[in-house]
Structure formats: C-alpha cells, structure tokens
C-alpha cells in the first residue's frame, strides 16, 4: 500500500502516544502546522473522552497526513491506520475541534473492525451511522461543538448511497486524481484495474 511509504518517508512526530506522519513533500511550514493542529485534537480527545483516547490508542496505530480529495478522513485496516487528507488538515478553516471529530470517527471504524464488523457495502451504511453517532456524541463534550454536533447529526439523517456506494467511491478517486492534474494514462490504468476488481467481485 502506498500509505505505507507515505508514512515511512514522512515527517513524524508522536502525540498523546499515537505516531503521527505527514507527507514528506509538504513544506516545513505546513509540516509544523499539521503536527500542530493534530496535537491539539489528540489533546482534545484525552481532555473530554478519556475513554475514547484509551481506545483510540489501541485501534489505531498511526495517524498519515496525506490522502486524495475524496474523503477528508478514512480508516485503512489492514495498517491500522487513520488517513487524513493534508489539505483539509492545512485549511484554516479546519479547527482543532474539527480533526478531533474525525478521529473520532475513524476510531470507532477501528473499534468496529476489531469487534468483527467489515465495510462490505450492504452494511456500510449502517457503520457509517455509527460513526457519525460517535463523533456526533464526541461533539457534544465540547465547549463549542455546536456546529461540529449538527454536522454530524446531517450526515446521520442522510441517504449514505451517493457518497459511499463502491460505485460513488470509484468515481470520486478518479475525479481526485484529476483534481491533482495526474496524466490522463494514470487516470485510465486506474479506472481500468477498479473496473476489474468490481468484476472479479461480481462473478464470485
């Protein structure tokens, strides 16, 4: 996987006991600010969700700033590892309060992998319900999680087809990508290998 050398070469630092890595061709400012923003959110948790903090300590072992513009955070279990995309880290708009809520979320996708529950997609708008629900209940501990705490009810009254269907995820990869400006060669092989991946699934 290529979040595993994304995390290798990286930039790291180790916050409230959780390995945190952030895209080496990020500059030092950015590299400073990410490694800022996410002390303060891992603070966060231990100061209002001790518990939470515990858990997340074990469920997840690393922390990447890096990812594609699909999804601001996303949970890779086969390296135990909480995924953020660097420019949702870096945006000013993007508050302590916020990442906080994120890792929340994943955190509960690890809790859930490791109680047996996988993201197949007819389940996967249920998981995503109880994520929302977590990091929605992280946020009512907050002083001022008022807004982060509507966010998070939204996403629990919304339809999770659009967005996390395997079909809406291949879509939005492939628009990542071009967001980027990858060589439309790169795109195409991309599009090529997801397409028979669905495939191999479907005839199984």
């Known amino acids: 996987?290529?979040?595993?050398?994304?995390?290798r070469f990286g930039a790291k630092r180790t916050f409230h006991r959780v390995k945190v890595a952030v895209w080496a061709l990020s500059t030092s400012e950015e590299k400073a600010l990410a490694f800022d923003k996410l002390d303060s959110a891992l603070g966060l948790i231990e100061k209002y969700a001790p518990e939470k903090s515990r858990t997340?300590?074990?469920?997840?072992?690393?922390i990447l700033v890096a990812g594609l513009p699909t999804f601001r955070a996303?949970?890779?279990?086969?390296?135990?590892m909480a995924e953020l995309?660097?420019?949702?880290?870096?945006?000013?708009?993007?508050?302590?309060?916020?990442?906080?809520c994120s890792l929340i979320h994943e955190a509960q996708h690890a809790r859930l992998y490791r109680l047996g529950f996988g993201y197949e997609e007819p389940i996967r708008g249920?998981?995503?319900?109880?994520?929302?629900r977590?990091?929605?209940?992280?946020?009512?501990?907050?002083?001022?999680?008022?807004?982060?705490?509507?966010?998070?009810?939204a996403w629990?009254?919304?339809?999770?087809?659009?967005?996390?269907?395997?079909?809406?995820?291949?879509?939005?990869?492939?628009k990542a990508l071009e967001e980027l400006g990858c060589p439309d060669w790169i795109i195409k092989t991309v599009a090529w290998v997801a397409r028979r991946r669905a495939a191999e699934r479907t005839e199984l």
Request: hydrophobic share 40%; proline share 5%.
């Open 1 to 7: 996987m290529w979040q595993r050398l994304f995390f």
């Open 56 to 62: 997340l300590q074990v469920d997840v072992r690393s």
């Open 74 to 80: 996303c949970y890779i279990h086969k390296l135990r």
């Open 85 to 100: 995309y660097h420019g949702y880290v870096l945006d000013v708009q993007t508050t302590p309060e916020s990442l906080a």
């Open 126 to 132: 249920r998981i995503e319900r109880l994520c929302f």
């Open 134 to 153: 977590a990091q929605r209940n992280f946020a009512r501990l907050l002083p001022k999680g008022g807004e982060l705490v509507a966010e998070a009810e």
């Open 156 to 174: 629990m009254e919304a339809d999770p087809e659009p967005v996390f269907s395997d079909e809406s995820r291949r879509r939005g990869k492939l």
